[in-house]
């Protein structure tokens, strides 16, 4: 069983969970039927939205295929922190809910890295298992 992708898969879905409602919480504040209506807020939380569900499922493939392959459960788990931070700060930068740090930036960068070091890390095993 893939025990470390299954926890950071259901912490993502509970951020998932978090920002759906916060996008749906918007159109109703607002009366937008459809799409953004013009709003920033609305525009803000759903590209947030967007973007998680843009970037999660790859980060959940390749952190499977890593534990799968037989990485140590260290660098899976930083696969998996990563990933949840990074989402986190950016969903906090993408609605101004942070002023500390641009978290848009930061979690935007994480989750290039992200997807660069898992990537070359599951491109590797598997190419050299074709060897």
């Known amino acids: 069983m893939l025990v470390i992708t299954a926890l950071y898969t259901s912490i993502l879905a ?16 607002a009366k937008i039927n459809l799409g953004t209506g013009n709003d ?15 970037f999660v499922p790859m980060f959940i493939l390749l952190m499977a295929m890593m534990e799968v392959q037989g990485y140590g459960t260290i660098y899976v788990h930083i696969l998996g922190i990563t990933t949840v ?17 641009n978290g848009r930036f930061v979690g935007a960068i994480l989750a290039y890295l992200s997807l660069l070091v898992a990537g070359a890390f599951v491109l590797y095993m598997s190419a050299s298992q074709l060897m």
Do not use: C, P, Q, W
């Open 14 to 29: 509970f951020i998932m969970l978090f920002l759906a409602y916060k996008t749906s919480a918007r159109r109703t504040e």
């Open 85 to 101: 931070v990074g989402r986190i700060l950016h969903a906090l930068g993408m609605t101004n809910s942070i002023k500390i740090i």
């Open 40 to 54: 920033d807020l609305m525009e803000r939380r759903s590209r947030a939205f967007g973007n998680f569900i843009e």
